[in-house]
């Protein structure tokens, strides 16, 4: 049976092995419109007893050639994260009363079932109430008399020990970002790179390719250049094993400020289903025009849009004395000033609601070095007072570079955000 038809939007012509734990996470409304997640589901369930690795499961299951590199393509990992976050959205919902969970351990491949035993109420039978004498009433009152001394010196000892080593509270902005109560997520970005794997010589080849103004697998047929290469070599594979140098020490730095605060963020990469991360946690995400792409739904819902290769934000609706486009501005051969976006957007609807917070720019460091610096704080806090303190808002930055150094970051205009 090919890879692409192991399961039926039904189950009708599914194997007959599959118990009803599975089926009635494939069955669900969490699964329905996941054909690719289905057909994975099925495939490690029936081979969950096998030592599976990335090739198999790539050929095998999800459909790819026999030229598959686990090396350059990471169709598996990035499938098996989606497939992990959907079983946990199931059993958020409709599977939170099940007696089973379908598991897959972070860092494996392999399926795993668990059995949920809820917890049995206490049964302690109440003795008989004893006489109670003289010395009995002493006792007890020396007893509660300890507990309370011990109690005081408790919390003088937890008192001083945060004073100690509890890390600061965070900033007033961060403070509102974390309000929630959810964990947070540092998203690096990952470029759309098209790989081709060919033998010449009687050895493995690999060929990377990136256009910067293609962001998005599925557009390759935009770009004459992949077009040329996919008649020479066939049809390409999706590469996102490489991340930004820049945007990768500005988000290494942002965590570091953050884990500083008491805060303690994940990294991890955004090729990593951004989207579904932000059905449980807080997401910051790093990258540029391009490696943003990822998040299009959020973005083409804001005002300021960042142009391609990062040359200007478009301000869609200008207030009064606004530039209806911020340009870069090249002072000398070595000078210039970049614009940004900055924004606080609303994750998703659930309740407490997750944010998202998007740093777009050319130089993302600019931007992290404005949100965790004194000054660039009280500059953000000015201005979003003066423009009614809304919770989800905008606002386009611009950063001052000689060369790569960072001489200087300011804000240039904010706006609310709707929040629906």
């Not at 897959?104 to 302690?124: F, K, N, S, V, W």
């Not at 790989?195 to 293609?214: G, P, Y």
């Not at 051969?333 to 609601?353: T, Y």
Request: charged share 20%.
């Amino acid at each position: 049976m090919p890879p692409n038809s192991v399961c039926s939007p039904k189950l009708a012509d599914a194997d007959q092995s599959i118990p009803a734990s599975v089926a009635s996470v494939l069955e669900s409304r969490c699964f329905e419109k996941a054909q690719t997640l289905r057909n994975l589901l099925i495939y490690l369930w029936t081979h969950r007893d096998q030592a599976l690795n990335e090739y198999a499961i790539a050929t095998e299951a999800l459909g790819r050639g026999p030229l598959f590199d686990p090396k350059i393509d990471a169709t598996v990992r990035v499938q098996i994260s989606r497939l992990r976050q959907r079983l946990d959205k199931y059993y958020e919902e409709d599977g939170k009363h099940s007696t089973e969970r379908l598991v897959i351990p972070l860092g494996a491949h392999q399926l795993q079932i668990e059995t949920i035993i809820p917890p049995e109420p206490d049964l302690i039978e109440a003795p008989a109430p004893a006489k109670r004498s003289r010395w009995t009433g002493i006792l007890a009152a020396s007893t509660c008399a300890l507990f309370v001394i011990c109690c005081v010196l408790g919390i003088l000892l937890y008192r001083v020990r945060a004073d100690w080593g509890t890390p600061p509270a965070p900033p007033a902005f961060w403070k509102m970002f974390v309000a929630n109560g959810r964990q947070t997520r540092v998203l690096l970005p990952t470029p759309v790179f098209f790989s081709w794997s060919h033998r010449t010589n009687e050895e493995n080849r690999v060929l990377m390719f990136r256009d910067t103004d293609i962001n998005d697998f599925e557009d390759a047929a935009h770009s004459p250049t992949l077009q040329f290469l996919e008649q020479r070599f066939g049809a390409p594979s999706l590469g996102q094993s490489y991340t930004v140098t820049s945007d990768t020490f500005a988000a290494v730095r942002l965590a570091r400020y953050l884990d500083a605060t008491g805060m303690s963020p994940s990294v991890m990469s955004s090729a990593s289903a951004p989207l579904e991360a932000l059905d449980k946690e807080n997401v910051i995400a790093l990258g540029t025009w391009g490696t943003l792409s990822p998040l299009k739904t959020y973005l083409d819902r804001m005002n300021f849009t960042l142009g391609p290769h990062e040359v200007f934000v478009l301000n869609h609706q200008p207030a009064r004395g606004e530039a209806k486009r911020f340009e870069v501005v090249n002072e000398s051969e070595q000078r210039s000033v970049w614009p940004g976006v900055i924004a606080m957007l609303p994750g998703n609807s659930n309740a407490p609601k997750t944010h998202l917070l998007i740093l777009a720019s050319r130089h993302t460091a600019a931007l992290v070095s404005f949100l965790t610096s004194t000054n660039g704080l009280d500059q953000l806090n000015r201005l979003w007072r003066a423009k009614g303190s809304p919770i989800y808002f905008e606002i386009v930055v611009a950063a001052e570079m000689n060369a790569d150094e960072l001489v200087r970051v300011w804000p240039l205009a904010l706006h609310a955000f709707p929040q629906s």
